[in-house]
């Protein structure tokens, strides 16, 4: 079963002759059409049992439900990351240990620069098929080294596995610029347009 709203964007695309590809034509069609539909992130992470799992792998997307140890002093926070779990090295096990894990919010960056990211992370793909098989090479290391991967910085967030509130629902490759740019995430806290200027001020 495909989630409802991958679902639907895919048969919209197909109906234009689009296909989700590592082209810059395609990306910049279902990110686009993605940020003008309205979804709601608990039925996302509701829509596909199939696709829910307790064990995030490193390189892959995934969204859940989180609810911080410390939200009452916490500026602000996404109560819906979606993130590319990543290790310290460029290992590819699993992404927990020690009862947290590290992950790429990119909810945290406005679109342009939310963009300009992924494109520099598709670059460490370990193939183009954008199938079950894709995945992200990545690691602190490899992204903290090069000057291009510097939008990140924002986006690195440590989160603790006792409060995560559901299961990881798993993101396919080529649906990753689809949910880049939906609508879901929920911070509360602060509003977006004060959080998007902490996170150019942490990039600078």
């Known amino acids: 079963?495909?989630?409802?709203?991958?679902?639907?964007?895919?048969?919209?695309?197909?109906?234009?002759?689009?296909?989700?590809?590592?082209?810059?034509?395609?990306?910049?069609?279902?990110?686009?059409?993605?940020?003008?539909?309205?979804?709601?992130?608990?039925?996302?992470?509701?829509?596909?049992?199939?696709?829910?799992?307790?064990?995030?792998?490193?390189?892959?997307?995934?969204?859940?439900?989180?609810?911080?140890?410390?939200?009452?002093?916490l500026p602000y926070y996404d109560r819906y990351p979606l993130i590319f779990p990543i290790g310290s090295t460029a290992s590819q096990g699993q992404a927990m240990r020690a009862g947290s894990f590290m992950g790429l919010n990119l909810h945290y960056l406005p679109p342009v620069l939310r963009a300009k990211l992924m494109d520099s992370l598709y670059e460490t793909a370990n193939n183009d098929k954008m199938d079950d098989s894709t995945r992200l090479r990545i690691s602190y290391n490899i992204l903290n080294q090069a000057s291009r991967y510097r939008f990140f910085r924002p986006c690195l967030k440590r989160y603790l596995i006792s409060h995560v509130r559901t299961k990881f629902f798993y993101i396919e490759p080529n649906e990753w610029d689809m949910a880049l740019f939906l609508p879901i995430d929920r911070f509360v806290g602060s509003n977006i347009n004060a959080i998007y200027r902490d996170s150019r001020n942490r990039i600078a």
């Open 1 to 73: 079963m495909v989630a409802y709203v991958f679902d639907r964007l895919l048969k919209r695309a197909a109906r234009q002759g689009i296909t989700p590809s590592a082209k810059r034509s395609s990306r910049n069609w279902f990110r686009t059409t993605a940020r003008r539909t309205a979804t709601n992130p608990g039925r996302l992470i509701g829509s596909d049992s199939e696709r829910l799992t307790t064990r995030p792998l490193i390189g892959r997307m995934y969204l859940f439900q989180y609810d911080p140890k410390g939200k009452k002093t």
